[in-house]
């Protein structure tokens, strides 16, 4: 079974800082990624996806990720974060069996 | 606009009921997924579906069993609920084909005491 590794569960950056999530997946196949983020007490919602294409993916609110082959790595980056960034954040990959599988998921605050 | 809509939001039930947590979807999604979220352990998948009359076992089945009876809907079934189960439940549901994204739902919030 495909497996998604976020290494840093909890993190926390002031506003203006830069953000990057770590996110190893485990599967040697054609993969799809995805980056969810959950407001506090809301669903996930969808930050952005790679299917294939530009390994640099851009999403909303300013946040892209790069898809890094080699290193089974899918990581996701902000230049200047905001207060409003407050947020967990799942990472997650499709590997063509219609099934999702999440990794444990990253809590950012973001000190205004 | 489509959506998919999680009933109740909250339960509180007893140790040993039976409880069902319903999922509707009206994007006409084939694939329909139940996962749970506890701390440190992100979203594992409880059960699948891919379409009417098919389900599927995920990672942590147990003490849970799902039905499709039509395109719609999901319902979640926790045969005894057990403290174990208490958890934040959400539903998803997602297109053919592996390039397509799973939408979710509001989340169920379930207590067993």
């Known amino acids: 079974a495909q497996s998604v590794s976020q290494h840093n569960h909890h993190v926390i950056l002031s506003e203006a800082a830069s953000l990057e999530l770590g996110c190893n997946y485990s599967y040697g196949g054609t993969v799809n990624l995805f980056w969810y983020v959950q407001y506090p007490g809301q669903h996930l919602q969808l930050l952005l996806k790679?299917?294939?294409?530009?390994?640099l993916v851009k999403g909303i609110k300013g946040f892209e990720a790069e898809f890094i082959k080699s290193k089974f790595s899918f990581n996701l980056r902000k230049p200047s974060v905001q207060w409003s960034d407050t947020a967990e954040y799942f990472c997650?990959?499709?590997?063509?069996?219609?099934?999702?599988?999440f990794g444990s998921g990253t809590k950012l605050n973001v000190k205004p | 606009d489509a959506e998919i809509t999680q009933s109740p939001r909250h339960k509180i039930t007893e140790t040993g009921r039976q409880v069902t947590l319903a999922c509707h979807q009206t994007?006409?999604?084939?694939?329909m997924f139940w996962y749970r979220q506890d701390l440190g352990h992100g979203l594992r998948l409880i059960h699948y579906?891919?379409?009417?009359?098919?389900?599927n076992k995920g990672e942590v089945s147990d003490g849970y069993s799902v039905s499709r009876s039509n395109t719609e809907d999901l319902p979640l079934t926790l045969e005894s609920a057990a403290s174990s189960q208490t958890s934040v439940y959400f539903c998803a549901s997602s297109g053919q084909g592996a390039r397509t994204e799973a939408f979710f739902g509001q989340g169920t919030r379930l207590t067993v005491v």
């Open positions: 997650a990959v499709n590997a063509g069996f219609n099934k999702f599988y």
């Open positions: 994007w006409n999604h084939n694939n």
């Open positions: 790679y299917f294939s294409g530009d390994p």
């Open positions: 579906s891919y379409g009417v009359q098919d389900t």
